[in-house]
């Protein structure tokens, strides 16, 4: 498969990196992205915070860790890490089907948590609507999509362009396609500030320092919850930095060979400065409640 044909499967929309992997051959995306996360083979589902952590009070908390709605980027496949766009029809009706879905389950939330952009908290808006919750979800940056600095909003062909003389390693591997996403970032801020000396430095995020943060506020909202008895909480994030998470739990995510669905479930419990992956990718909430 050609390198332009990876990049076309998935790249754009961010929701790529379980089905790149698939289409070109690599048996365990996951196990790939673990290690780059510094994360042996996701073998066990559980992941014990630093001993500097405070777990806070024994209480159980169940994460519910939700990957935004459909939105324009998305739809005109285009990179979409921190860049933003508002939600799209679909994206919104799914959105209300897992509100409706949580609710016909009975779940009920004491929390409920998004990364700051529109599509994030949109999605998280509808659901709490839909489950007639009173507030509104607490915005977190930290919980953003991987950034693709002077990249963002670029279409595939502008990424592969860009990106391509950078790979290192096998080029049918998308990993090694995003990892040279920022040499090729850092080229274009060297160019961009070469004409322009004022010109900004965009980021471009590494898989590592996704997960920091990432998890970093995951750890953060679920000790704050523990503290107040436990409890559901709703988490509104994207589609890797969901995947880098639950890697970094132990999880196994050979069977994610699309990605991780709009408004897909993945449960966390958490407990003792634990976590636990309870389910991943799990889109019977939106079924049930398009029914």
């Known amino acids: 498969m050609s390198s332009s044909r990876i990049l076309r499967t998935a790249i754009a929309g961010v929701i790529a990196v379980g089905a790149l992997i698939s289409a070109t051959g690599v048996s365990s995306p996951m196990a790939a992205l673990g290690s780059l996360n510094g994360d042996a083979a996701a073998s066990s589902v559980a992941h014990k915070n630093d001993k500097n952590d405070k777990p806070g009070k024994n209480a159980t908390v169940t994460v519910y860790l939700t990957r935004h709605g459909e939105t324009w980027l998305n739809a005109t496949q285009r990179m979409q890490g921190w860049s933003d766009a508002p939600l799209t029809e679909e994206g919104t009706v799914v959105a209300e089907h897992l509100g409706k879905g949580l609710a016909e389950a009975g779940v009920k939330f004491k929390s409920a948590y998004s990364a700051d952009m529109l599509r994030h908290f949109s999605t998280a808006s509808t659901v709490l609507e839909e489950l007639g919750y009173k507030g509104e979800a607490v915005r977190d940056e930290r919980l953003r999509e991987i950034a693709f600095g002077r990249f963002e909003g670029a279409t595939q062909a502008e990424v592969f362009a860009a990106a391509g003389p950078y790979v290192v390693g096998d080029p049918r591997n998308p990993l090694n396609l995003f990892a040279a996403?920022?040499?090729?970032?850092?080229?274009?801020?060297?160019?961009?500030?070469?004409?322009d000396p004022n010109a900004p430095t965009l980021i471009a995020e590494s898989f590592e320092q996704v997960g920091a943060r990432s998890m970093a506020a995951l750890n953060e909202i679920a000790a704050a919850q523990a503290k107040k008895g436990g409890g559901n909480v709703l988490v509104v994030s994207s589609g890797i930095t969901i995947m880098t998470d639950l890697t970094a739990m132990g999880a196994d995510l050979s069977g994610i060979t699309t990605g991780i669905g709009n408004a897909s479930v993945s449960k966390l419990e958490y407990k003792n400065g634990t976590w636990t992956v309870l389910s991943v990718n799990d889109l019977s909430y939106v079924e049930a409640g398009s029914d």
Request: glycine share 0%; net charge neutral; proline share 7%.
């Open 181 to 195: 996403i920022i040499p090729a970032n850092d080229a274009a801020n060297a160019a961009a500030q070469a004409k």
